[in-house]
């Protein structure tokens, strides 16, 4: 059996747009076991940055194009994870994520992945009514599952069911990594019965949960984001809307992320933080 490039068994859950690099290397230096990246279109025009070694996350059906991608990034990754969970309108468009039913199809692609790299392979799916065929699948080409035990329609809300994951658990010798609504109060109990788990909503705007739950002190804030995304120029867009993620939780957040969602400059949203919320620690200053 392969050995999965995990550090510990606290891993950053793939989330698109929140998981940038900058949120990445965070996330990494204050001890998550692994990042993933969020779901990548080997067609995507968008710089892809790996210095984090993460899990790169495909979505994708196209073998040929699948083939290429690995090719090119293989070196850069720590370990490939396919998504067939996604429940957004453009999956459905496409036919990608929690939409790929079709048990051949989604056996092609594992098997194009497997035979294109030499690094671990995962998926990551939900619960429906074929993610015990799934498993099977998963069997003759992947290194570890992940299960996510909410149903397409239900999205990202309503309770996730954890005894259909602890059957999918019971079901497979392949290890298994645990997502759905894991807090600081609940993970050691997941722990028991998974053998991974993954954090993510909770993480959001708050890398330092990895370092909590791993018993180590960190304390990164906004302004340790900011100097890595100067460092690999990510938009202004991208400061603005994890400047938001960071004021969760804090004193006057809703006010203070209504100010920051109007802002158009850097300049502005420090200004913001420094003058209107005095004692404001976001910014790190
Ligand atoms: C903003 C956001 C983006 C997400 N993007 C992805 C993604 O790109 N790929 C994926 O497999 N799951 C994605 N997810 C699902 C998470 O990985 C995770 O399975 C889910 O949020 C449940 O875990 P949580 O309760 O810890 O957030 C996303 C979730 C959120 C909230």
């Not at 304390?219 to 460092?231: G, P, Q, R, S, V």
Request: with cysteine.
């Amino acid at each position: 059996m392969k050995k999965l490039p995990f550090k510990n068994k606290i891993l950053l859950a793939p989330m698109e747009e929140v998981n940038d690099i900058a949120f990445r290397l965070l996330c990494k230096k204050a001890g998550a076991g692994l990042t993933y990246t969020g779901l990548t279109s080997p067609l995507t025009k968008q710089k892809i940055e790996l210095q984090d070694k993460p899990a790169l996350q495909l979505f994708a059906t196209n073998t040929k194009e699948i083939k290429k991608f690995i090719k090119k990034y293989d070196k850069q990754v720590s370990m490939w994870d396919f998504n067939l969970g996604c429940p957004a309108k453009n999956a459905r468009k496409k036919g990608f994520g929690s939409f790929l039913k079709d048990l051949k199809i989604i056996e092609k692609i594992l098997k194009t992945i497997k035979e294109s790299t030499k690094k671990p392979v995962t998926i990551k799916f939900r619960k429906s009514n074929i993610s015990f065929e799934i498993i099977k699948i998963a069997e003759k080409y992947c290194n570890a599952i992940c299960i996510h035990p909410r149903t397409q329609s239900q999205g990202y809300s309503g309770k996730s069911d954890i005894e259909f994951a602890k059957k999918i658990k019971q079901q497979t010798k392949l290890p298994v990594i645990y997502s759905g609504d894991i807090d600081e109060k609940n993970y050691k109990k997941f722990l028991k019965d998974f053998d991974y788990i993954m954090i993510g909503r909770k993480a959001i705007g708050n890398p330092n949960i990895f370092s909590k739950l791993n018993n180590k002190k960190t304390n990164y804030n906004f302004n340790d984001w900011l100097k890595l995304a100067k460092k690999y120029n990510l938009h202004f867009r991208q400061i603005k809307f994890q400047a938001m993620n960071f004021s969760k939780g804090k004193r006057n957040s809703r006010k203070l992320r209504n100010k920051i969602a109007q802002c158009k400059t850097l300049k502005e949203i420090k200004n913001l933080t420094l003058i209107k919320f005095k004692n404001y620690k976001f910014l790190g200053y």
